[in-house]
C-alpha cells in the first residue's frame, strides 16, 4: 500500500530525509529478504482469507496491536505525533485515539487484501459514494482531475471504487523497498482496471494525464525536503509540503476534487467527494506565481486536516 513512515512528520513538527534513509535501506536490503518478506506476506494473507470477514478485521487489528507493544520506538511516535497535533487533550484521549487509529490502519489493511476475492458488484455494495456529482463536474470541465487524498480511512479502497465511476484512475503511490512485495499490491491496485503511477516517475505522467483528461489520485500528506518544498500551515505549524500538485494544477488548469474513504462499520466505508478547488481561486496574472503555489498548497492541506480533525483515528499518525 501507498503508506510512508513520513506521513505524520508535519503534525509533529519534525523534518524527515526520505530519500537518503529509503536509500540506504535499498542497500541493505537482499533477494533473500525480499523472498522472505514475501513469503511472510502470503502466508499471512492466506491465513486472513480463511478467516470471516469480521473474524479476519480482529485477527488483523490484535497482530497490529500486538506489533505496535513490541516496537515501542513506532509506539511513541504515534503518541507524540498526536500529542504536537492536539496539545489540548488529555493524555487519555491521546491514548484512546492512538488504539483506535491502530486498529483502523490495521482494519484497512485487511479489507483491502480481501478486494482480491471480491467482485465489482460486492465491492461497490460495501462503499457508500457521496458526491459523486463533484467528480463529474470536474471530468465536464476537460482538463484533467486530481483526486487530492491522504492515508485516510482505507485509501486505497477509495482509489478502487473511485476507479468504477465513469472510468479508471491513476492512483500515485511511492514503490515498496522491496519489489516483490511492490507487484503483489499493485496487482490488487489494477485489478478492476486502475493504472498506477510510480512516485518516483510522476512528473511527465500526471502532465500527459491531464493533457488526456484522465483522473490522477494523489496523496498529499507526505513531508518533504528541499526544492519541492512550500512551508504551509498544518495542525498550528508550519509543515514541508510537496508543492508538486499545485504547479501541476496551475500549469493545466486541472480541477482538484478532495476526496476521503470515511471508515464506517464492519468493513464498511464512504467515499465522499467534496466540492472540486479551480485553479482561478489562487488569483490570475497579477500574483506572483509562486505566491499562487503556495495558496494552493495552503488550500490542499486546509481541507485535509478538517477531514482529519473529523475523525482523528482514521488518519496514518504512525
Same mark, same amino acid.
Given at each position: 500500500m501507498s503508506t510512508s513512515t513520513d506521513a505524520a512528520a508535519a503534525a509533529a513538527g519534525t523534518t524527515v530525509e526520505p530519500g537518503r534513509g529509503r536509500a540506504s535501506r535499498r542497500r541493505r536490503r537482499s533477494a533473500l529478504r525480499h523472498r522472505a518478506e514475501l513469503v511472510l506476506f502470503r502466508l499471512g494473507a492466506g491465513g486472513l482469507a480463511m478467516l470471516p470477514s469480521a473474524a479476519a478485521r480482529r485477527a488483523g487489528q490484535a497482530a497490529a496491536r500486538l506489533a505496535f507493544a513490541l516496537l515501542p520506538s513506532r509506539h511513541r511516535i504515534l503518541i507524540d505525533n498526536l500529542t504536537a497535533a492536539f496539545p489540548e487533550k488529555p493524555a487519555k484521549d491521546i491514548a484512546a485515539i492512538a488504539d483506535r487509529s491502530i486498529a483502523g490502519f490495521a482494519s484497512a489493511l485487511v479489507d483491502f487484501l480481501e478486494t482480491s476475492r471480491l467482485s465489482r458488484e460486492e465491492l461497490l455494495s460495501r462503499v457508500l459514494v457521496v458526491g459523486e456529482n463533484h467528480l463529474r463536474a470536474a471530468r465536464a470541465r476537460g482538463s484533467g482531475v486530481f483526486l487530492l487524498s491522504a492515508h485516510f480511512g482505507s485509501w486505497e479502497i477509495g482509489a478502487l471504487v473511485a476507479g468504477l465511476l465513469g472510468q479508471a484512475i491513476a492512483p500515485v503511490a511511492r514503490p515498496l523497498d522491496n519489489p516483490l512485495?511492490?507487484?503483489?499490491?499493485?496487482?490488487?491496485?489494477?485489478?478492476?482496471?486502475?493504472?498506477?503511477?510510480?512516485?518516483?516517475?510522476?512528473?511527465?505522467?500526471?502532465?500527459?494525464?491531464?493533457?488526456?483528461?484522465?483522473?490522477?489520485?494523489?496523496?498529499?500528506?507526505?513531508?518533504?525536503?528541499?526544492?519541492?518544498?512550500?512551508?504551509? &500551515?498544518?495542525?498550528? #505549524?508550519?509543515?514541508?509540503?510537496?508543492?508538486?500538485? /499545485? =504547479?501541476?494544477?496551475?500549469? *493545466?488548469? +486541472? !480541477?482538484?476534487?478532495?476526496?476521503?474513504?470515511?471508515?464506517?462499520?464492519?468493513?464498511?466505508?464512504?467515499?465522499?467527494?467534496?466540492?472540486?478547488?479551480?485553479?482561478?481561486?489562487?488569483?490570475? &496574472?497579477?500574483?506572483? #506565481?509562486?505566491?499562487?503555489?503556495?495558496?494552493?498548497? /495552503? =488550500?490542499?492541506?486546509?481541507? *485535509?486536516? +478538517? !477531514?482529519?480533525?473529523?475523525?482523528?483515528?482514521?488518519?496514518?499518525?504512525?
Open positions: 512485495l511492490e507487484e503483489e499490491l499493485a496487482r490488487r491496485r489494477r485489478r478492476f482496471g486502475n493504472r498506477p503511477i510510480s512516485k518516483r516517475e510522476a512528473a511527465k505522467e500526471l502532465l500527459r494525464a491531464m493533457s488526456r483528461n484522465e483522473t490522477v489520485a494523489i496523496l498529499v500528506d507526505q513531508n518533504v525536503i528541499g526544492r519541492e518544498a512550500v512551508f504551509v &500551515p498544518f495542525f498550528g #505549524r508550519l509543515a514541508a509540503t510537496n508543492a508538486s500538485l /499545485a =504547479r501541476i494544477q496551475l500549469k *493545466t488548469r +486541472a !480541477a482538484v476534487v478532495p476526496v476521503f474513504t470515511w471508515p464506517e462499520n464492519e468493513g464498511r466505508y464512504r467515499l465522499e467527494f467534496e466540492t472540486p478547488i479551480l485553479p482561478e481561486e489562487f488569483g490570475g &496574472p497579477e500574483v506572483d #506565481r509562486e505566491e499562487r503555489v503556495r495558496r494552493a498548497t /495552503a =488550500r490542499y492541506m486546509e481541507v *485535509t486536516e +478538517a !477531514a482529519i480533525r473529523q475523525n482523528p483515528a482514521a488518519w496514518l499518525w504512525i
